[in-house]
């Protein structure tokens, strides 16, 4: 059974031992790094979706205001 589970893992190097493994071990031991480093990706991320939805809810206002 333990030989099947690492050949498992063993297929799946890319992104699936990297969560997995991070998420067990490191969230006792570095929750701030993870925590910086997932602010900087998702915050850039989250920045340029906001601006979209934040244009386009000014466009609603204004329509509605000048009615």
Same mark, same amino acid.
């Given at each position: 059974? !333990? #030989? =099947? &589970? &690492?050949?498992?893992?063993? +297929? %799946?190097?890319?992104?699936?031992? #990297? %969560?997995?493994?991070? *998420?067990? @071990?490191?969230? #006792?031991?570095? &929750?701030?790094?993870?925590? =910086? /480093?997932?602010? +900087? /990706?998702?915050? *850039? !991320? @989250?920045? $340029?979706?906001?601006?979209?939805? !934040? /244009? &386009?809810?000014?466009?609603?206002?204004? +329509? $509605?205001?000048?009615?």
């Amino acid at each position: 059974r !333990r #030989r =099947r &589970r &690492r050949r498992r893992r063993r +297929r %799946s190097r890319g992104k699936r031992r #990297r %969560s997995r493994r991070r *998420r067990r @071990r490191r969230r #006792r031991r570095r &929750r701030r790094r993870r925590r =910086r /480093e997932r602010r +900087r /990706e998702r915050g *850039r !991320r @989250r920045r $340029r979706r906001g601006r979209k939805r !934040r /244009e &386009r809810g000014r466009r609603r206002r204004r +329509r $509605r205001r000048r009615t």
